[in-house]
C-alpha cells in the first residue's frame, strides 16, 4: 500500500523529529533492544539499527493522513528492527502509529487492527508457553500486548470517545436549529396573529370614519354634516379603546382586570348594530347554540371583517349574516349587493381577506369569496373540535 502524498500534520513531523532524535541519541550511547554479547540478531553491528529507525520515523509522519499504510509500512519495520540489535526508540514509535491507525483510520479498518491486535498478543501468550511449557514463555505475550493490544486498545477507547463528543456536538447543533426554526416559527405566527387583531379592530372604525367625512365635505349641509361628525367621533373613540385594549393585553405585565380581546358571538348583535348605525341594512339568521372559544373568535372575525368590506365596496342593497350551525361545522355566510361602476368609496389592500382565510385555515376549515350573480358573497366552513363544544 502505497503512501498517499499529503502534507504531513505539523504535529506529527515533531513527533518523528523527536521519535528520530530519540533514537539516535540511544543509539549513540550503545543502548540496544539486545546484549551485545548475544548471538540472537541476523545483522550484527550498530549500523544495522538505523534504517528501521529511519523508516518508522518516516511512518509517524504519515500516522494521521496515512494511518493504514504507515501501520504496514511500520510493522515491517519493527520486525526489521528485530533481526538487529535493536532500538528501544523504534518499539515506541511503532506503538504510536498502531495506536494513530485505530484512531485516525476508517472505522472497519480500525476494528480489523483491534482483533489483529488481540489474536497476536493470544498467539505470543499460548504457543510459546505451550511449546516451551516454562512460565517465563508467558513474558513473551507480556511485550507483544504492550507493543500492539494496549496501545490499539487506547485507540479504540478514545475513538469511542471522539465519535460520542461529535455525534452529542451534532446533536446539540441540530436542537438548537430547531429551537432557532421553532422560535422564528412562533415569532412568524404571533405577527400574523397581531396584525390579523389591528387589521379586525381597527379597519372598521376607520373605513367608517373615511365615508362619513367624505359625506360631510361633499354635501353642504349642516345637518348631514353634523350627522357626520358625530359618527366619526363615535368611531374614533370605539377604534381608540379598542386599539389600547390591545396594546395593554400585548404588553408584559398588564393589568388582570382590562378586559380580554377575544370577543365571542355574544357581541354580534354590537356589530350588527355599529353597521347600521354606519348606514348598511343588515339582516341576521344566527342559530349556533355554544360553541368553542376559537371558533367563536374566528366567526365574529369574519362577519365584522365582511361588513367592514360592505361597507367599503357594496352598493345600495340589503347585506345578509348568516350563521348555520350543522353537526360538527359552523357555516359562515355573509352577503352583500355588488358595488357600482364608480368602483369602492375607500380603497382596499386586500389583507382582510388574507386574514379571514387565515382565520379559517387554523381552525382546518374552508373559506371562499367572490361575486355570485349582482352579490358579493363571503363563505367560511370553521370545523368544531370534539368535546370543545358544551
Same mark, same amino acid.
Given at each position: *500500500?502505497?503512501?498517499?502524498?499529503?502534507?504531513?500534520?505539523?504535529?506529527?513531523?515533531?513527533?518523528?523529529? @523527536?521519535?528520530?532524535?530519540?533514537?539516535? $541519541?540511544?543509539?549513540?550511547?550503545?543502548?540496544?533492544?539486545?546484549?551485545?554479547?548475544? %548471538?540472537?540478531?541476523?545483522?550484527?553491528?550498530?549500523?544495522?539499527?538505523?534504517?528501521? /529507525?529511519?523508516?518508522?520515523? @518516516? @511512518?509517524? /509522519?504519515?500516522?494521521?493522513?496515512?494511518?493504514?499504510?504507515? /501501520?504496514?509500512?511500520?510493522?515491517?519495520?519493527?520486525?526489521?528492527?528485530?533481526?538487529?540489535?535493536?532500538?528501544?526508540?523504534?518499539?515506541? *514509535?511503532?506503538?504510536?502509529?498502531?495506536? $494513530?491507525?485505530?484512531?485516525? =483510520?476508517?472505522?472497519?479498518? $480500525?476494528?480489523?487492527? &483491534?482483533?489483529?491486535?488481540?489474536?497476536?498478543?493470544?498467539?505470543? #501468550?499460548? !504457543?510459546?508457553?505451550?511449546?516451551? +511449557?516454562?512460565?517465563?514463555?508467558?513474558?513473551?505475550?507480556?511485550?507483544? =500486548?504492550?507493543?500492539?493490544? %494496549?496501545?490499539?486498545?487506547?485507540?479504540?477507547?478514545?475513538?469511542?470517545?471522539?465519535?460520542?463528543?461529535?455525534? $452529542?456536538?451534532?446533536?446539540?447543533?441540530?436542537?438548537?436549529?430547531?429551537?432557532?426554526?421553532?422560535?422564528?416559527?412562533?415569532?412568524?405566527?404571533?405577527?400574523?396573529?397581531?396584525?390579523?387583531?389591528?387589521?379586525?379592530?381597527?379597519?372598521?372604525?376607520?373605513?367608517?370614519?373615511?365615508?362619513?367625512?367624505?359625506?360631510?365635505?361633499?354635501?353642504?349641509?349642516?345637518?348631514?354634516?353634523?350627522?357626520?361628525?358625530? !359618527?366619526?367621533?363615535?368611531?374614533?373613540?370605539?377604534?381608540?379603546?379598542? *386599539?389600547?385594549?390591545?396594546?395593554?393585553?400585548?404588553?408584559?405585565?398588564?393589568?388582570?382586570?382590562?378586559?380580554?380581546?377575544?370577543? #365571542?358571538?355574544?357581541?354580534?348583535?354590537?356589530?350588527?348594530?355599529?353597521? +347600521?348605525?354606519?348606514?348598511?341594512?343588515?339582516?341576521?339568521?344566527?342559530?349556533? =347554540?355554544?360553541?368553542?372559544?376559537?371558533?367563536?373568535? %374566528?366567526?365574529?372575525?369574519?362577519?365584522?371583517?365582511?361588513?367592514?368590506?360592505?361597507?367599503?365596496?357594496?352598493?345600495?342593497?340589503?347585506?345578509?349574516?348568516?350563521?348555520?350551525?350543522?353537526?360538527? @361545522?359552523?357555516?359562515?355566510?355573509?352577503?352583500?349587493?355588488?358595488?357600482?361602476?364608480?368602483?369602492?368609496?375607500?380603497?382596499?389592500?386586500?389583507?382582510?381577506?388574507?386574514? *379571514?382565510?387565515? +382565520?379559517?385555515?387554523?381552525?382546518?376549515? #374552508?373559506?371562499?369569496?367572490?361575486?355570485?350573480?349582482?352579490?358579493?358573497?363571503?363563505?367560511?366552513? &370553521?370545523?368544531?373540535?370534539?368535546?370543545?363544544?358544551?
Amino acid at each position: *500500500m502505497a503512501l498517499r502524498l499529503v502534507r504531513p500534520h505539523p504535529f506529527d513531523r515533531w513527533i518523528a523529529l @523527536c521519535g528520530l532524535l530519540g533514537g539516535l $541519541a540511544l543509539w549513540g550511547v550503545g543502548l540496544t533492544n539486545q546484549s551485545r554479547d548475544a %548471538a540472537t540478531s541476523l545483522f550484527d553491528g550498530r549500523w544495522p539499527i538505523l534504517l528501521p /529507525l529511519a523508516v518508522m520515523a @518516516c @511512518c509517524e /509522519l504519515f500516522r494521521r493522513s496515512s494511518p493504514r499504510a504507515a /501501520l504496514l509500512v511500520g510493522t515491517l519495520a519493527l520486525a526489521g528492527d528485530t533481526l538487529t540489535q535493536g532500538n528501544l526508540a523504534t518499539v515506541v *514509535m511503532y506503538t504510536d502509529v498502531m495506536y $494513530a491507525s485505530v484512531v485516525y =483510520g476508517p472505522a472497519a479498518s $480500525a476494528r480489523r487492527v &483491534l482483533g489483529a491486535a488481540v489474536l497476536v498478543t493470544a498467539l505470543a #501468550t499460548l !504457543v510459546p508457553f505451550a511449546v516451551w +511449557r516454562v512460565p517465563e514463555a508467558l513474558l513473551i505475550g507480556v511485550v507483544v =500486548g504492550i507493543v500492539a493490544f %494496549a496501545p490499539a486498545a487506547t485507540g479504540w477507547i478514545v475513538r469511542n470517545h471522539r465519535d460520542a463528543a461529535e455525534a $452529542a456536538l451534532l446533536r446539540a447543533e441540530q436542537t438548537a436549529l430547531l429551537a432557532e426554526m421553532d422560535r422564528t416559527q412562533a415569532v412568524t405566527a404571533e405577527r400574523a396573529r397581531v396584525a390579523r387583531e389591528l387589521h379586525d379592530l381597527v379597519a372598521n372604525h376607520l373605513s367608517a370614519i373615511a365615508i362619513h367625512s367624505t359625506a360631510a365635505l361633499s354635501l353642504d349641509d349642516p345637518a348631514v354634516t353634523r350627522d357626520a361628525l358625530a !359618527v366619526i367621533r363615535e368611531n374614533s373613540v370605539d377604534g381608540l379603546a379598542e *386599539m389600547r385594549r390591545l396594546i395593554g393585553i400585548l404588553r408584559d405585565g398588564a393589568d388582570d382586570d382590562e378586559p380580554a380581546a377575544a370577543p #365571542t358571538l355574544k357581541g354580534l348583535g354590537t356589530l350588527i348594530d355599529g353597521a +347600521r348605525a354606519n348606514g348598511l341594512d343588515v339582516t341576521v339568521d344566527a342559530s349556533h =347554540g355554544s360553541l368553542p372559544a376559537p371558533v367563536e373568535l %374566528a366567526a365574529y372575525r369574519i362577519v365584522q371583517e365582511s361588513l367592514t368590506n360592505a361597507l367599503k365596496h357594496s352598493g345600495p342593497g340589503q347585506v345578509t349574516v348568516a350563521l348555520t350551525r350543522r353537526e360538527r @361545522c359552523l357555516t359562515v355566510t355573509v352577503s352583500s349587493p355588488l358595488g357600482g361602476p364608480d368602483g369602492p368609496r375607500v380603497p382596499g389592500s386586500g389583507a382582510g381577506l388574507v386574514g *379571514m382565510r387565515e +382565520r379559517a385555515a387554523l381552525l382546518g376549515g #374552508t373559506f371562499s369569496a367572490g361575486a355570485d350573480g349582482d352579490r358579493w358573497t363571503v363563505r367560511a366552513e &370553521l370545523p368544531l373540535t370534539e368535546g370543545d363544544a358544551v
